[in-house]
Nanobody
Framework: QVQLVESGGGLVQAGGSLRLSCAASGRTFNIYRMSWFRQAPGKEREFVAATIWRIGSTYYADSVKGRFTISRDTAKNTVYQQMNSLKPEDTAVYYC???????????WGQGTQVTVSS
């Protein structure tokens, strides 16, 4: 089992920045990928960004490329998401996900609310 706890959400004006954190605990030794997803009201959950834990390669949804940056601190078992130039359409609950190679995104955090006002 892997436990994930997100933090860092909040209310920000359009154009502002926030940094989300996701701390992993438990059986973290076999994590293959850590990811961020988001779900806006009335919409399906969507992929935002991911990092391959051991090598640090990163992947982004087109909607956030150039504005969001995912990074990791392997010593702290924590993944971050720096979000710049935020837009009202970025408003959503942001979830952290992680898992081994045979169960990518198998574990989820409780989510953290990000609200961007216009």
């Amino acid at each position: 089992q892997v436990q994930l706890v997100e933090s860092g959400g909040g209310l920000v004006q359009a154009g502002g920045s926030l940094r989300l954190s996701c701390a992993a605990s438990g059986r973290t030794f076999n994590i293959y990928r850590m990811s961020w997803f988001r779900q806006a009201p009335g919409k399906e959950r969507e992929f935002v960004a991911a990092t391959i834990w051991r090598i640090g390669s990163t992947y982004y949804a087109d909607s956030v490329k150039g504005r969001f940056t995912i990074s990791r601190d392997t010593a702290k078992n924590t993944v971050y998401q720096q979000m710049n130039s935020l837009k009202p359409e970025d408003t959503a609950v942001y979830y952290c996900a992680a898992g081994p190679v045979h169960n990518i995104d198998g574990y989820w955090g409780q989510g953290t609310q990000v609200t961007v006002s216009s």
